[in-house]
Structures are given as C-alpha cells and as structure tokens.
C-alpha cells in the first residue's frame, strides 16, 4: 500500500487497526480471575480449605521478583492462599530439594512454583524433577510433558495454556489450521504444538536451525511466537487471516518488545496479541487456574 501523504497513513494504520483484532491479555485474563474467585469460594464452603500456592525465589534478579510479586497479588486477588519462600542465590541445591520435599507433603500446599531461571550451581532438572507432579503447577515435571503429550490429564505449562484460551477466543474452531511454533522450548513451543495438535490443528514446530522460516510462517493460520529475539516476525512473514500470538519479552533500548515487528504485522494479521498486556497477564492467570486444578485432583484422591 502506497500512501501519498501523513494524513493517508495514519488513517490507513487506523483502518487496518480497526479490522484487527487486538487481544486484550489483560482483560482475559482478569475475566479468567474473576471466574477463579468464584471457584474458590465454592471450593472452600465445599471443603473448608483453600488452595494454596507456594513460590521459591532463589537471589535477587529483578524480573524474577517482579514475576513473584505480581503472581503472589494476584493470587491474592483470586483468594487463594499464597506464600513466598525467599533464598539468597548461594543456597545449596540440597537445601532447595529438602524445602521441596517437605512441601510435596504439606496437605496445604496445593502447586509448588520454583521462580526460574536458576543459579547456575544449581541443576534445574533435579529441581522440576523433586517436584511432585501433582503439585507441579509449571506443568514442566516430566510426567506432566508425557501427560500433556498422551492428552491425558496434569498440568499444561502456563505460558502456553494462556495462548490456547487467547487464541480460542478468537477462533473456536481450529480444526484442520496450520499452526507454526516458532520456538521448541519445552516451557513454550512443545506444549503449545501439543494443545493445538489435540485441536486438530496441523502443527509445525520451528526452530534455529530451520531453513525457511519465512516460508512457514506464510503457511501459517497461526503462529505462536515464542523467541526472545526482537521483532523476529516481520510484515511479510505473516498472510492475511492469521491469528499471531506473540510471546517474546525482550529488553531493548526502546522498551520492553516481543517477537513480532507489531506496527508491520498489525496491518495484515487477522488478531495480534500486544507486548506487554498480552501473553504476560494470562500466564499468570493460569498459574492460578493450574494451582486450583491441583487442589481439585488432590481432593478426589
Ligand atoms: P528459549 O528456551 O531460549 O527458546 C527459544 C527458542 O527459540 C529455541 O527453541 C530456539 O531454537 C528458538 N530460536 C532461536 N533463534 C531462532 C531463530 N532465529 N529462528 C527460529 N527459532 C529460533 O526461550 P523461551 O523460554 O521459550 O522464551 C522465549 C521468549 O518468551 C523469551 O523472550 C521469554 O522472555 C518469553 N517468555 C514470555 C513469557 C510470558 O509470560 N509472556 C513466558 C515465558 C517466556 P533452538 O532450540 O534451535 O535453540
């Protein structure tokens, strides 16, 4: 498109913002919360308990704290029962796995959630690992990703849970679309293929070594964006119709920005979730939602 004047394209960008779909993270997700509010409630007149969420932080690194203080006000929010256990980052593993266990068999503790990334002395398999899958409400325990891969039930890491109900909201029905994962971490890329693959989606699952990445997103009815490179997804990268779901937080010189070029992209996708108000607050939201499902199992058993 050939705009002739400031005028024209500023109209232009308002015309095809107005066509998109911009996701409302925010609002989703304090629609899910309100909905776990009331969940709680009904939880614990059925139960006389609540459930409850304990949060390791091990150091001091800012995002982790903000990540921590935000999940603990809204677990607050929700009514839950949350505490943080906080450990200077020269803590022995051993010390970090011992907490762990007693938690596992703490009846008050409903989901287990150790703040990543680690220190290095400290080995993050033997951490996911010590975590009961039962009470592993990052949905990262082994048992959880062969659960998730078997559709049988567990819990679904929260990043990627949050992108299913954003991108359902916006197309119920994906049976037979093509999906791109741009990214194959276990915490984002694989458990999202695997929750659009039980929508009957047709998944690829891209990564640093593909040859074309372009290409696939072309193909692509969806893409899930999950990087840490800045503004990777360009323009004309994505087709008409495509719903793009933008997971990358990215520290750059001009803000915090995600995966996707969003002023390019915006004026051809069909929905683009923004960076930050996206992604970020219903990850959190489902943090909730899987520490509530833990509770629920727990109580039938
Ligand atoms: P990660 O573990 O570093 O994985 C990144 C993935 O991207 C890897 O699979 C890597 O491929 C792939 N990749 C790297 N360069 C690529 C390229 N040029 N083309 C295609 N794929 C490429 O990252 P992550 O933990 O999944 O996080 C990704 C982003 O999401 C980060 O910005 C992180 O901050 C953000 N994040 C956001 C939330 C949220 O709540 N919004 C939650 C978690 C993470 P290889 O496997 O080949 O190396």
């Keep these: 498109m050939v705009y002739r004047n400031v005028y ?24 899910l919360r309100g909905e776990l509010r009331g969940e709680v409630l009904k939880l614990k007149s ?9 949060v390791i932080l091990i150091g001091d690194l800012t995002p982790s704290q903000i990540y921590v203080r935000n999940k603990e006000k809204a677990a607050n929010e929700v009514g839950l029962k949350s505490e943080v256990i906080k450990y ?18 703490d009846d008050s503790v409903s989901g287990i959630l150790v703040q990543l990334p680690l220190p290095k002395h400290i080995n993050k398999q033997h951490v996911i690992e010590t975590i009961s899958p039962d009470k592993d409400v990052d949905g990262l325990h082994p048992m959880n990703v062969g659960n998730l891969s078997s559709g049988y039930q567990g819990s679904i890491p929260c990043t990627p849970l949050g992108c299913y109900f954003l991108i359902k909201k916006v ?15 276990n915490l984002n890329g694989k458990a999202m293929a695997q929750l659009l693959l039980q929508e009957d989606c047709t998944v690829t699952i891209t990564h640093s070594k593909t040859k074309d990445l372009q290409g696939e997103c072309l193909e692509a009815d969806v893409i899930v964006a999950a990087v840490g490179i800045p503004e ?37 996708a ?15 939201a489902c943090l909730l939602k899987n520490t509530i499902e833990c509770f629920k199992r727990a109580q039938k058993k």
């Design 8 to 31: 024209e394209a500023v109209l232009g960008t308002i015309n095809f913002l107005i066509n998109m779909i911009l996701i409302d993270g925010k609002k989703e997700a304090a629609d």
């Design 46 to 54: 059925e139960h006389n308990k609540i459930p409850g969420l304990t």
């Design 88 to 105: 200077p980052d020269s803590v022995e593993e051993k010390t970090i796995l011992d907490k762990i266990k007693e938690l596992n068999i």
């Design 171 to 185: 197309e119920p029905n994906l049976r037979g679309k093509k999906a791109v994962m741009v990214g194959r971490s």
């Design 232 to 268: 990777l997804i360009k323009g004309d990268w994505v087709k008409k119709d495509t719903i793009v779901i933008d997971v990358g937080i990215n520290k750059t010189e001009n803000g915090i920005v995600g995966d996707v070029k969003f002023d390019e992209v915006s004026k051809v």
């Design 270 to 284: 069909k929905a683009l979730t923004p960076v930050p108000g996206g992604v970020g607050p219903m990850t959190i």
